[in-house]
């Protein structure tokens, strides 16, 4: 089947982030602001139709997971993930960030060390904040535009007494990396030997170029037991508006003590529609729709790497694998960060700055590509006058 990915939807009353935060001049021209990690066009026609179809019944009250709800998701990570999940390791929260506020309540205590591995998406170190607990920094390292995990520095942030806790994301963000089996293989094993538990975001496991799998942490044998893996229909099928993801929690001394401390937060269960986008999703036709969408999307990775490579050589786009953004590193066109803002404000373009993934990043920026070609052609001829206006060559 094929799907419309080219019609650019309208934000223009409804209180989108993506909007309000645009240029209004942009705004104005209908081009909207590539930041914010969501779509530019309709989620799975399939989900429109069974939220189209619950509002019209009239009847919105209070909903529970029930097990077709299980079910759905445990057909959805064996067809998309190819992950056999049990349902008793599903529990639905409110959210992958609120949920990591529960995890770190009920496993850690203020002052104890959280490891997450910069350039990496900016709401966990927030919520690391917030609860009082401490940052534990293991930066990526970039060698010719390409990122790998730093293991030995890895192993030696595992080693502190402090450190209970590591974040992973996979596919990166906002790196669009895609983790290799034997690099959450090692992790796992690090873990094991420091004890240590594992969160793993995997909101954009299903986003992921042909040849890339974004394998299922609690899928690794010394992962299983100490991990809480976040799936969700946020990223894949565009439902940011919605609170809600799924955790996959294999161990049950983990999931019964989770699942306590849920309750005593007054954040469990499921929001109606949200039942009914995940069973309207996690199904053939949203299936469909999401493998549509990633060939959509690595061929606007495919467009945007190309023309840079051919115009601007000296900018650096990290290999996109997964997710549907592209990190990219202007240092080489824009020498300063001052330089780096004239440029985009002179091209239109409303990108997420890099500083807030990693503060040795003030130089590249996060670009959502998860549009209209039509959108990335405009923006890339934007990139060319504004190039030429500020004589950056």
């Given at each position: 089947m094929t799907y419309d990915f080219e019609t650019l939807v309208?934000?223009?009353?409804?209180?989108?982030?993506?909007?309000?935060?645009?240029?209004?001049?942009?705004?104005?021209?209908?081009?909207?602001?590539?930041?914010?990690?969501e779509t530019d066009y309709k989620t799975a026609p399939c989900v429109i139709e069974g939220i189209a179809k619950k509002a019209l019944s009239g009847t919105w009250g209070y909903t529970i997971p029930d097990d077709p709800y299980f079910e759905a998701v445990v057909w959805w990570e064996k067809h998309?993930?190819?992950f056999e999940v049990e349902k008793e390791w599903i529990v639905p929260t409110r959210g992958t960030i609120y949920s990591m506020v529960t995890i770190m309540r009920a496993f850690t205590k203020e002052g104890d060390g959280v490891?997450?591995?910069?350039?990496?998406?900016?709401?966990?170190?927030?919520?690391?904040?917030?609860?009082?607990?401490?940052?534990?920094?293991?930066?990526?390292?970039?060698?010719?535009?390409?990122?790998?995990?730093?293991?030995?520095?890895?192993?030696?942030?595992?080693?502190r007494p402090d450190a209970k806790l590591l974040i992973l994301c996979n596919p990166q963000n906002p790196l669009a990396r895609v983790h290799g089996e034997e690099e959450l293989a090692r992790i796992a094993e690090l873990a094991e030997k420091y004890d240590v538990l594992l969160i793993s975001d995997e909101v954009f496991g299903t986003v992921t170029e042909e040849k890339f799998c974004a394998v299922p942490t609690a899928k690794l044998p010394k992962a299983r037991n100490r991990?809480?893996?976040s799936i969700s229909l946020g990223k894949d099928f565009c439902i940011q508006g919605g609170s809600h993801a799924n955790y996959l929690i294999p161990n049950p001394e983990?999931?019964?003590k989770f699942i306590a401390q849920q309750k005593k937060?007054?954040?469990?269960?499921?929001?109606?529609?949200?039942?009914?986008?995940?069973?309207?999703?996690?199904?053939?036709?949203?299936?469909?729709?999401?493998?549509?969408?990633?060939?959509?999307?690595?061929?606007n990775a495919r467009y945007v790497v190309k023309f840079l490579k051919q115009n601007l050589p000296m900018v650096r786009v990290a290999p996109h694998q997964g997710g549907y953004m592209l990190w990219i590193d202007w240092s080489g066109l824009c020498p300063t960060a001052e330089v780096l803002k004239e440029f985009q404000e002179k091209a239109r373009l409303v990108m997420d700055g890099g500083a807030q993934y990693d503060e040795r990043c003030p130089l590249c920026t996060r670009m959502i590509i998860?549009?209209?070609?039509?959108?990335?052609?405009?923006?890339?001829?934007?990139?060319?006058?504004?190039?030429?206006?500020?004589?950056?060559?």
């Open positions: 309208d934000r223009s009353d409804c209180g989108s982030v993506k909007y309000l935060r645009n240029m209004p001049e942009n705004n104005e021209m209908g081009l909207p602001a590539l930041f914010g990690a998309a993930r190819n490891i997450i591995q910069p350039p990496v998406y900016q709401g966990y170190q927030e919520v690391i904040e917030t609860q009082n607990r401490v940052v534990l920094r293991n930066n990526m390292i970039c060698e010719n535009g390409e990122y790998r995990f730093d293991f030995e520095g890895l192993e030696e942030l595992m080693k991990c809480f893996s983990l999931r019964e937060d007054f954040a469990t269960g499921v929001e109606g529609f949200l039942y009914t986008a995940l069973r309207s999703a996690y199904t053939p036709a949203g299936l469909d729709w999401i493998e549509a969408q990633g060939r959509f999307v690595a061929e998860a549009t209209p070609r039509k959108v990335l052609e405009q923006a890339m001829e934007r990139v060319t006058a504004a190039v030429k206006e500020l004589k950056l060559l």
